[in-house]
Every structure is written in structure tokens, then in C-alpha cells.
T-cell receptor, first 118, second 115 residues
């Protein structure tokens, strides 16, 4: 069965420090992978996605993620964290709901809460 | 512009009330979704509409009734809810075709409190 694991429930980093959020997935086929961010009381915003091709993908707000098939990982990184990055981060893998269909459900990890120290 | 608009942002309803949540997207997406999110949990899929037809119902109780009047609109009708149904309800959409067909975009959500 497909699954996503985010090993870190809560991470605290200092403003200006680098960030890496871990994500491991279990999926039998080539995965479609996503990172979403959710600020308190808000919906989910898509940060970046990986479908195929270059394994290092760039997203919005200065985030990037690297797909490593050998490690079944899709870790999110940012070189310098800003206070506004404090939020909940969800890694997700997309599945195909119907054969031949292109709408996909998302299997989410449990999320990592990021706190930023001044 | 990747925008999914949900109304209302907040809703308080009694257990005997009938209310509706509304969702709209103008991106030409052909798949629309309802998710439910409880505090400190990831979203859970409730319903999927594909090309205006209900394609997935994740065993959701009948007190939740989805409706897709056209390709841009998605409603969730609520009746006889329980306090445990209080949650953030997220609408989402995806292109449903093409190389990015699986990319799901979320709205800001509707906070529902059942009293």
C-alpha cells in the first residue's frame, strides 16, 4: 500500500538558518510527489511537485526538493529560513484513482510543524 | 492563476440545521474534491467529481451530500451533523488531464463548528 512518512513531527530552526524536512514514500510505481504548506487557519498551498525528469525541483518561496529513488525520499530544503515560513508542511504522493484517469488522490504524510526562532 | 474559492470561511450550525458549503474554480479543471481536515491531522478525502460526475465517495455518511452543478462549482450540503463533524472542509481541484492532471490545488477552507 502507498504511504508517506514524515519522521519529524516538529522542527525548530533559527531565522536565517538552513532547513531540511524529510519525507519518505512507499509506492509501487513511479510516484508523483508534492510538498504543501499550511499556515495556521489556512488552506494548503502547493510548494512544488515532482513528476519526472530533473530530480532537483524548484518551488515557490525559495524552496527546493530532491527526489532520490534509491532512498525513496523527497526531502524539502531551503537555504535560509524566514519567520514567515513557520507553518505545517505536508509531503504527499499522488495515486491514480481510476485506470486511465488523470485525477489523483493524495496520500499525505502526518505533517511537520516548523517553528522559527528570531 | 491557481485559485479555488470557498464560502463561507466560517460556519456555525446546530445539529438540526441544513447548510451548504460552496466552492468555485475558474481554471478549467475537470476534477473537484472535498477533503475534511481535523486539527493537527492531514486532510482526508471525502468525495471526487470527475467531469461533473461523482466518481469517488470515501464511505462518507449521508448527512454530507455533494453536488456539482457545473464544471466550475462544487457544493457540500450538510444536514443533521454531529459535533464530531466540526472540522476544516477543504475544496480542491485538478486539471484532470494532461501531464499535470494530478496536481491538486486547494482552497482556503471552510471552518465548520457543529453545536
Amino acid at each position: 500500500a502507498q504511504s508517506v512518512t514524515q519522521p519529524d513531527i516538529h522542527i525548530t530552526v533559527s531565522e536565517g538558518a538552513s532547513l531540511e524536512l524529510r519525507c519518505n514514500y512507499s509506492y509501487g510505481a513511479t510516484p508523483y510527489l508534492f510538498w504543501y504548506v499550511q499556515s495556521p487557519g489556512q488552506g494548503l498551498q502547493l510548494l512544488l511537485k515532482y513528476f519526472s525528469g530533473d530530480t532537483l525541483v524548484q518551488g515557490i518561496k525559495g524552496f527546493e526538493a530532491e527526489f532520490k529513488r534509491s532512498q525513496s525520499s523527497f526531502n524539502l530544503r531551503k537555504p535560509s529560513v524566514h519567520w514567515s515560513d513557520a507553518a505545517e508542511y505536508f509531503c504527499a504522493v499522488s495515486t491514480r484513482l481510476n485506470y486511465g484517469g488523470s485525477q489523483g488522490n493524495l496520500i499525505f504524510g502526518k505533517g511537520t510543524k516548523l517553528s522559527v526562532k528570531p | 492563476d491557481t485559485e479555488v474559492t470557498q464560502t463561507p470561511k466560517h460556519l456555525v450550525m446546530g445539529m438540526t440545521n441544513k447548510k451548504s458549503l460552496k466552492c468555485e474554480q475558474h481554471m478549467g479543471h475537470r476534477a473537484m474534491y472535498w477533503y475534511k481536515q481535523k486539527a493537527k491531522k492531514p486532510p482526508e478525502l471525502m468525495f471526487v467529481y470527475s467531469y461533473e460526475k461523482l466518481s469517488i465517495n470515501e464511505s462518507v455518511p449521508s448527512r454530507f451530500s455533494p453536488e456539482c452543478p457545473n464544471s466550475s462549482l462544487l457544493n457540500l450540503h450538510l444536514h443533521a451533523l454531529q459535533p464530531e463533524d466540526s472540522a476544516l472542509y477543504l475544496c480542491a481541484s485538478s486539471p484532470g488531464q494532461g501531464s499535470s492532471g494530478n496536481t491538486i490545488y486547494f482552497g482556503e477552507g471552510s471552518w465548520l463548528t457543529v453545536v
